[in-house]
């Protein structure tokens, strides 16, 4: 069973950053690639950001130049480094993994979300 935790979502005042870490836990061969995906109220969830575990980064158009993903391979954690946010920005940020077992198994998992919520 493989778990994502997700963490350092919450309230930033506008033009402020907030940095997102998901961490995969559990039993697995290898996580190649790990992402964010977000949801507003009424809308549709939404490609944010991906990465490798080798550091090749892809991103979507509203994150470019905003948004930053890492990861750290030997912990298995992403992280999503926000800055600049307004109002366009406040959602459910969820973390998703591509996660393969030694079975060659491939199981994509999901995070419970995380708030990230900007004030005016």
């Known amino acids: 069973q493989v778990q994502l935790v997700e963490s350092g979502g919450g309230l930033v005042q506008t033009g402020g950053s907030l940095r997102l870490s998901c961490a995969a836990s559990?039993?697995?061969?290898?996580?190649?690639?790990m992402g964010w995906y977000r949801q507003a109220p009424g809308k549709a969830r939404e490609f944010v950001a991906s990465?490798?575990?080798?550091?090749?980064?892809n991103y979507a158009d509203s994150a470019k130049g905003r948004f930053t993903i890492s990861i750290d391979s030997a912990k298995n954690t992403v992280y999503l480094q926000m800055s600049r946010l307004n109002s366009a920005y406040p959602a459910v940020y969820s973390c998703?993994?591509?996660?393969?077992?030694?079975?060659?198994?491939?199981?994509?998992?999901w995070g419970q979300g995380i708030q990230v919520t900007v004030s005016s």
């Open positions: 998703t993994a591509e996660v393969w077992a030694r079975t060659l198994l491939r199981t994509d998992y």
């Open positions: 559990g039993s697995f061969f290898s996580v190649p690639e």
């Open positions: 990465s490798t575990s080798s550091g090749r980064a």
